[in-house]
């Protein structure tokens, strides 16, 4: 299942939450309980996404 990165506009908190992806962006936010969270683009997504920026992250990965 991955896992979601959410920002709260209302109190600024981050928090991560594990979704299935067919299931709805959380509005709720876990911090303050306003329905001000927003979801963001986590890095996990780029790695479905292209993998391409995967293998050169890995590759400069092991270099260092
Ligand atoms: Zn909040």
Redesign the pocket.
């Known amino acids: 299942m991955p896992t979601y990165s959410y920002h ?6 981050e928090f991560d939450a594990e979704q299935k992806i067919s299931e709805e962006p959380i509005k709720i ?6 329905p ?2 927003k979801r963001l683009i986590t890095n996990g997504n780029f790695v479905l996404q292209g993998s391409g920026w995967y293998r050169d992250g890995y590759n400069s990965a092991k270099k260092v």
């Not at 709260?8 to 908190?13: E, R």
């Open positions: 709260c506009k209302s109190c600024g908190a936010c876990k911090v303050c309980g306003k001000e969270a």
